[in-house]
């Protein structure tokens, strides 16, 4: 456990703290209740990340355990795959880009992305996903929870907004 304790320190401070920029920067937003789901998805996210900071840092400093349990930890344990830190990073990315790209423009290139980068290599399937998924969002936060969205760069260039 203790080789993958501290990188999982480390993401789990890296998700405290991206949890509390999360936090600090959708006070911006308008306090209609559009503050409500990002701030409650950064709690959500800091509590994860503090407990697994926790968690790692107890194993870290105990170092108690035994070497015939440590193998069958270490194999219950998921490795690391270069999927998962692009998911993230993309993850992290949408989010920052939902400002300037504007809510339809980034989940339309976020949801194919993603897509691509957990295995779905049919290119039909993603581009219905895509686009059912983005209407459907976007509708919903605009008609269903009147939540007033930014200004979006597809919908400019295309004149609909």
Same mark, same amino acid.
């Given at each position: 456990m203790s080789e993958k304790s501290a990188p999982d320190l480390l993401i789990g401070l890296g998700l405290a703290g991206l949890s509390f920029a999360i #936090? &600090?920067?959708s006070r911006h937003y308008a306090s209609?209740? %559009?503050? &409500? #789901?990002p701030r409650g998805i950064a709690v959500i996210i800091g509590l994860f990340g503090l407990t697994l900071s926790i968690r790692s840092a107890y194993y870290l400093v105990t170092k108690k355990v035994r070497s015939s349990s440590k193998n069958n930890l270490e194999a219950a344990l998921p490795e690391v795959r270069p999927e998962m830190i692009i998911a993230m990073i993309?993850?992290?990315v949408f989010v920052g880009s939902v400002e300037w790209l504007g809510f339809t423009t980034a989940i339309l290139t976020f949801v194919p992305l993603m897509? $691509? =980068?957990l295995g779905v290599r049919n $290119? /039909?399937? !993603?581009?219905? /996903?895509? =686009?059912? #998924?983005t209407a459907a969002a976007t509708w919903t936060f605009a008609n269903?929870? %009147? !939540?007033?969205l930014p200004p979006d760069l597809l919908g400019s260039f295309l004149s609909l907004q």
């Open positions: #936090f &600090v920067y209609n209740g %559009a503050d &409500v #789901f993309l993850s992290i897509s $691509w =980068v $290119w /039909v399937l !993603i581009a219905l /996903v895509s =686009v059912i #998924f269903l929870l %009147a !939540i007033r």
